[in-house]
């Protein structure tokens, strides 16, 4: 046995899978995940000394690579002062300065620990403003494991094939509308049959849980519409495409410059540089409804955790303009190196988009992919032995064809290199690959 094959074995005596979040289980792509113990700029190292140029980036959280020495630096000193104080700290404010100065609808900001956390309360804060109880959201979009937002929910569940979750409420689940991703139409007939009882609408801005889905032109414009009109509220969750996409995330690469907001905001990822960090943000109107200012409440031990914040001080801080169009332009390069590979042995295929993320999609040339129902009728098939060709290769891709592709401002012209020596075997396997094998 490999010491990965050992410490899975391990693992799953003790914990249920062997993990502690489902798609790291390897289900969709099958084998057996490999155990991680250090990382270092482009490059992740398994418990069996192999290393592997790094295409998850811990799903997003290292934009700048892996253990930067000057993130390293500022959560060293932090560490020296304390671990957790459960109060107030200096570094909180600055955090949230550094975010409303990039994103400027938000006029107020909650730390919290987890995007979950920050859905959850965005969802229960807009129930408390409007007094509403309805809830819609697209099917696809993952807005964290909140009970009433699972449905349909893309990500693991996607990944895992189910419908939803067990443990949902019929009650809790009828407070949640979903509807097909991209479908104005749809948002206005639910608007037109409960707009009275609908609190808010919940969206992705850029959807990368079902693989990336790039919505339509005017599709975010024409949700801010809808729920202004029918005065409910626009959640805008920006957990996984906040300062990722770009300095404000993918509404400044898009809303800002249409001359719309949402109501409210969800971040993580990014925002803490690899340390549990979330938040939810928006205008002060409405954010000042939490406690405790307002009735709407919301706590926790551990949020606005003063090692997580200085993490996330020092990684935003370093996420300059240079180190975004770094990362624009290695995944521009890639993504084309990906399409003509397959393209090379015959793979029907498409590569998704959303600002410098992206996704392939098997099988979907006809129409690519714009809704739940594309990404969940692709040949999903292929990705497995695409995705073990590349890990021979010493690439370590999203363990599921329906996670985005991340890259960092670490991978320089050695790592892309590898990864794109690693392409045509890849492909040929895909090209290979029979349903059901």
């Known amino acids: 046995m490999t010491t990965s094959e050992d410490l899975f074995a391990r693992a799953r005596s003790l914990m249920p899978g062997g993990v502690n979040s489902p798609v790291r289980a390897f289900g969709s792509v099958g084998g057996t995940p490999r155990f991680l113990v250090s990382a270092k700029g482009a490059y992740v190292h398994d418990a069996d000394g192999r290393d592997y140029v790094d295409l998850v980036c811990s799903w997003g959280p290292a934009l700048l690579g892996h253990a930067v020495p000057e993130v390293l630096d500022a959560v060293h000193a932090a560490v020296d002062r304390g671990l957790s104080f459960g109060a107030s700290t200096p570094d909180e404010a600055a955090l949230a300065e550094l975010v409303i100065g990039r994103v400027g609808a938000v006029e107020r900001l909650r730390m919290v620990s987890t995007g979950t956390e920050a859905t959850m309360t965005a969802i229960r804060l807009a129930r408390g403003f409007t007094g509403r109880d309805l809830v819609v959201k697209f099917a696809g979009c993952y807005h964290g494991h909140v009970d009433g937002l699972l449905a349909a929910a ?102 800002q410059h249409e001359g719309w907001a949402p109501d409210l ?145 670490a991978h320089d012209d050695t790592a892309m290199g590898r990864i794109l020596d690693a392409l045509p075997a890849a492909a040929k396997a895909a090209a290979a690959a029979l349903p059901g094998a």
């Open 265 to 409: 905001f969800t971040f993580g990822k990014v925002i803490g540089g690899g340390m549990p960090v979330a938040a939810l943000g928006g205008r002060a109107e409405v954010m000042d409804w939490l406690a405790p200012l307002g009735p709407v409440y919301q706590a926790g031990t551990l949020s606005g955790n003063p090692v997580a914040m200085a993490a996330g001080v020092a990684t935003l801080t370093l996420a300059t303009d240079a180190v975004y169009a770094h990362i624009d332009d290695r995944s521009l390069e890639l993504s084309r190196a990906v399409s003509a590979a397959l393209d090379a042995q015959g793979v029907d295929h498409t590569v998704q988009r959303a600002g410098n993320l992206f996704s392939v999609a098997f099988g979907t040339s006809q129409r690519g992919v714009r809704d739940y129902a594309d990404a969940q009728a692709q040949e999903a098939f292929r990705y497995g032995p695409f995705f073990h060709s590349m890990l021979e290769s010493g690439v370590y891709l999203p363990p599921s064809v329906f996670e985005a592709w991340f890259l960092s401002a």
């Open 154 to 255: 893309g990500s693991g569940v996607a990944t895992l094939a189910l419908p939803g979750s067990a443990g949902v409420t019929a009650a809790t689940a009828a407070e949640t509308l979903v509807l097909p991703y991209n479908d104005l139409a749809a948002v206005q007939a639910a608007f037109a049959e409960h707009g009275p009882r609908i609190a808010a609408v919940i969206t992705e801005a850029a959807p990368a849980n079902m693989g990336v889905v790039t919505p339509a032109a005017g599709f975010n414009a024409g949700l801010r519409r809808i729920t202004a009109e029918h005065g409910a509220l626009l959640i805008l969750d920006e957990v996984l495409t906040g300062f990722r996409t770009g300095p404000a995330g993918y509404w400044g690469l898009t809303g």
